[in-house]
């Protein structure tokens, strides 16, 4: 039983570590020309959590505001979503999407920023 435990324990710490996307490429492709057309990146953290790190361009609106229908962005701007394990980026995406918005939940700051692999041109 002791092993059993030791050897989930050791799985969980690496799937926590190995760099694993929720996020899909064209997924990610996508928000990320969104964003080169306009969109505005969302960090749904808290502000203790923004001000530790966050993507540069990023704003913050913590999940607690979206549900209180508190959005400081125009409906019409396009929006890219995340968190930091991608729980609230997926309730806040609901949200927002519900109440008219175009957005992309793409989990993590770390999803976003992962390098994507290039384009293979189809024959």
């Known amino acids: 039983m002791k092993h059993i435990l030791l050897t989930l324990t050791l799985l969980l710490t690496l799937n926590l570590f190995t760099g694993c996307s929720k996020v899909d490429d064209e997924t990610l492709r996508a928000a990320h020309a969104a964003v080169d057309n306009g969109a505005v990146i969302v960090d749904v953290r808290t ?13 913050n609106i913590p999940v607690e505001e979206i549900t209180k229908s508190v959005v400081r962005v125009p ?20 949200i927002l999407r ?24 189809k024959k």
């Open 98 to 121: 519900q109440k008219g918005w175009t957005v992309f939940d793409v989990a993590t700051q770390g999803d976003f920023e992962r390098e994507l692999p290039p384009l293979e041109l």
């Open 47 to 59: 502000a203790k959590e923004y001000a530790t790190k966050h993507v540069s361009s990023a704003v």
């Open 75 to 94: 409906k019409g701007k396009v929006l890219v979503v995340y968190c930091a394990s991608g729980n609230r980026s997926a309730h806040a995406t609901a």
